[in-house]
């Protein structure tokens, strides 16, 4: 190797002058070497120049080479650096200990000039193998948390564009989304012990909820104006219509994974809740009548928090409740309408849910102020149709 190659850096540590004048001498042709007389100064070059590889001597005065190999292991900037005692320490004993601190290999003295230099040569290989595999694992993991991030972002944007869309032409939205996603979260994290739940709410799960339960009513875009915006009680052919809107937020994300080519675990429970939040612990919900531990986890933590939500908005055609009339409510339906365990949860943490709802407060003024005004809208597109207004 010339000069210009001679990259790698080797520190010697040894209090004898003449030693340190034979392995300078033995290596400098392949390698830029740096000297210190003591282990004292041996860790201070150590730590301002990391190089790439420490020849170290054991006996030592004030210092000897077991202490020096052992303050190199306790720092984090010298830690991986390999470490060869060279000494005339010639017993077992002694190499077995150089070994145990750490040291990668072990010559004693007096030195063979090629078996000094083969194995610095080696030892400076395995460790620029090491560090390019280390660099390149980093920078792998870099770039997944980046992709990572860059997904997770797609999804926010995805969701946030969905849900606008269908906040346009509900009028019972607002923040309702915004609370109903935080109720899911901290009932799904009071519940993330509870061994029914454990396994299936683990902190990405959790996660997943709290981003893709936005998407539960995302199926009302379908819903006709007439029915999705009436200021009052529902006929019973217009609530079948009403009831449609599970289906058809499922089905939309249903074609949105068929598009994919593969199931999504974010698409997968975002399905999951708009199929299933109206379903009911005793079957006698809708769309498909599920009971009990045959409705997803994830339906079941929104149909708690979707109610609760409901019960406590205002609406043009109901006033809003109290928190404590919303959580009886909630208490009453335990195991008829709601999965016991998760209206337990729910009633556990009433506080952290009521600090939610205060949080995301909608304003009433504006609330029922948009929904004349897209009522009035509604009559006014009938009566140009020559429909009923």
Do not use: C
């Amino acid at each position: 190797m010339n000069d210009s190659d001679a990259e790698d850096v080797v520190l010697v540590i040894d209090d004898t002058a003449e030693n340190l004048a034979l392995i300078s001498e033995v290596l400098r042709s392949e390698f830029k070497v740096k000297v210190a007389a003591n282990g004292e100064r041996g860790l201070q070059l150590a730590q301002a120049t990391r190089p790439d590889l420490i020849l170290l001597d054991i006996m030592m005065p004030e210092m000897d080479g077991y202490e020096v190999i052992r303050r190199l292991q306790e720092s984090e900037v010298t830690r991986d650096i390999p470490v060869i005692f060279l000494t005339a320490m010639r017993s077992v004993n002694d190499e077995r200990k150089g070994l145990d601190l750490g040291a990668v290999d072990y010559i004693t003295k007096p030195i063979s000039q090629p078996i000094v230099q083969a194995r610095v040569r080696n030892h400076l290989q395995m460790k620029a193998a090491r560090d390019f595999l280390k660099y390149k694992s980093e920078f792998l993991e870099r770039e997944v948390q980046k992709r990572t991030r860059e997904v997770e972002a797609i999804q926010e944007v995805t969701i946030r564009t969905l849900t606008s869309l269908a906040e346009t032409r509900d009028i019972d939205t607002g923040n309702h989304i915004r609370r109903t996603q935080s109720y899911v979260k901290v009932i799904a994290s009071s519940l993330s012990a509870h061994p029914r739940f454990a396994a299936f709410l683990t902190p990405g799960n959790i996660d997943l909820l709290y981003r893709s339960a936005p998407l539960h009513d995302i199926g009302k875009i379908g819903i006709p104006d007439r029915i999705l915006l009436k200021p009052g009680k529902l006929e019973p052919d217009e609530f079948a219509i009403m009831k449609t809107h599970t289906t058809l937020g499922g089905d939309a994300i249903t074609h949105a994974e068929l598009a994919l080519g593969r199931e999504v675990p974010f698409l997968k429970l975002a399905k999951e809740i708009a199929y299933g939040h109206h379903e009911k612990w005793n079957g006698k919900g809708y769309p498909e009548g599920l009971q009990g531990d045959d409705i997803p986890i994830s339906a079941r933590l929104m149909a708690v928090a979707d109610v609760y939500d409901a019960l406590i908005s205002r609406r043009v055609y109901k006033p809003a409740m109290t928190h404590e009339q919303a959580v009886a409510i909630i208490r009453d339906g335990r195991g008829e309408q709601f999965d016991p365990d998760i209206t337990d949860a729910f009633i556990r943490i009433e506080g952290e849910i009521r600090g939610i709802a205060n949080r995301f407060r909608d304003s009433n003024e504006a609330i029922v102020e948009q929904a004349e005004r897209m009522v009035r809208d509604l009559g006014a597109e009938h009566i140009e149709m020559g429909g009923d207004a």
